[in-house]
């Protein structure tokens, strides 16, 4: 069993934000606060032959459980200099695509408040791709034990470096939201660096009084992925003096290749009756595959307790690829036109998910969950270092987790 274990760094962070709390205590007119949150979880499989992860991580759950997964922890800092300036920074600890629980800088950015409607904030932010982007770190704030990772796993960045304009305002009862935002993002990706240069996007809700959420988001960019062994076989296929192998190289290659990812969302909070619903796509002109997603999620509040249940499915479009190399005139065209099968095979993330769980309101700042899943992937899906068979195969993968979520 893998037992995951809270860094020195992090802990200090934890001693220090509560600490300034206690101090703060009676002070409301305090110009800085300080918050956090986190989740303990652990997670196992009843497979040896991969590993389950949060799309992105190198290291996950087998057979042998594992603490790695779901732990984390966040401490946010608020800080309101006036009426209209005001900063937020967020340090947040979990597994990386490192494999590290090194603390990052999640968050980090000024924000005016040019009038009750209109802000503009500059910085650090996190990427507005999904229905519950801002939140997604926050398990507290969840019905889920963890987000639909047929949705949530084809965006491998969370955050981006740049400027947004958001502007809110009500159609009768009816609250609108919008935000135009741009900038450029890195990230790694199961020990790969990845970078969008030139994003620009769009995010706009419109809440209804009746309980119904509904939201639209895109954003594009220009996709590059450091990838030694891309590089190699590209270089190798660009080397060939055939039109028709060296265009593969081209295909393959990410390196400020155009991607774009949009979705669409209803949520329905209603009484006792909660559902969410979004449809996401993703397309770039690379080895990375356009795919499409969706996840609908039903519930319902017994008092302390949440049952929900999710369906949700990840599709694989189109391989961004035509291996066009021709076999048959030579061994080592035949042996090229074998590894790029196999390398897009092994970016075949297409999966389908059923998930059950119980949420449990234990206490005011503390929720305790469990969740089922039963996977059917169409070769590794969305698990990591899968074996031969795993990659070539169809898999039916079962997923037990538990997780305490607490904020502070």
């Not at 494999?99 to 209109?118: D, H, I, T, V």
Request: hydrophobic share 40%.
């Amino acid at each position: 069993m893998s037992v995951w274990r809270l860094t020195p760094i992090a802990l200090a962070l934890l001693c220090a934000a509560v600490q300034a709390q206690e101090s703060s205590a009676g002070s409301s007119e305090s110009a800085i606060s300080l918050s956090g949150f986190g989740t303990v979880g652990f997670v196992g499989t009843d497979t040896g032959e991969a590993q389950y992860v949060i799309s992105g991580q190198p290291n996950g759950a087998t057979s042998a459980w594992n603490g790695g997964v779901d732990t984390k922890l966040g401490v946010q800092a608020n800080a309101k200099l006036n009426k209209m300036f005001s900063g937020t920074v967020q340090v947040l600890s979990k597994q990386n695509g490192n494999g590290s629980f090194r603390p990052e800088l999640e968050w980090a950015f000024a924000k005016a408040q040019f009038s009750p409607s209109l802000a503009v904030r500059v910085g650090r932010m996190g990427g507005p791709f999904f229905a519950v982007s801002d939140f997604r770190d926050v398990g507290y704030a969840n019905t889920w034990l963890r987000p639909p990772q047929d949705v949530y796993g084809q965006v491998p960045i969370s955050r981006f470096d740049g400027a947004d304009v958001n502007y809110q305002t009500s159609l009768g009862s009816t609250t609108l939201n919008a935000q135009l935002y741009g900038g450029k993002s890195s990230a790694v990706f199961e020990g790969l660096d990845v970078k969008m240069d030139g994003l620009i996007g769009f995010s706009a809700s419109a809440e209804l009084e009746s309980g119904f959420t509904f939201r639209l988001g895109h954003v594009e960019g220009k996709l590059t992925v450091d990838s030694p062994d891309m590089a190699f076989l590209v270089g190798k296929l660009r080397s060939v003096p055939m039109a028709a192998v060296s265009s593969v190289g081209d295909q393959l290659i990410a390196d400020k290749k155009k991607a774009s990812f949009t979705g669409f969302g209803v949520t329905m909070d209603r009484d006792n009756m909660l559902a969410m619903f979004e449809y996401t796509m993703r397309r770039t002109d690379s080895f990375v595959p356009d795919t499409d997603g969706w996840y609908l999620t039903l519930g319902y509040r017994f008092g302390k307790f949440t049952p929900y249940a999710t369906v949700s499915e990840l599709k694989q479009k189109d391989s961004n690829v035509n291996n066009t190399i021709p076999t048959g005139v030579a061994a080592s065209l035949t042996y090229l036109k074998g590894v790029v099968d196999a390398t897009l095979q092994s970016q075949s993330n297409a999966q389908k998910t059923l998930a059950v769980g119980l949420r449990w309101d234990a206490y005011r700042n503390i929720a305790v969950k469990t969740q089922y899943e039963r996977i059917k992937a169409d070769g590794p899906g969305l698990f990591t270092s899968p074996s031969t068979s795993f990659t070539t195969g169809q898999n039916n993968v079962n997923v037990y987790s538990v997780a305490v979520d607490f904020v502070f």
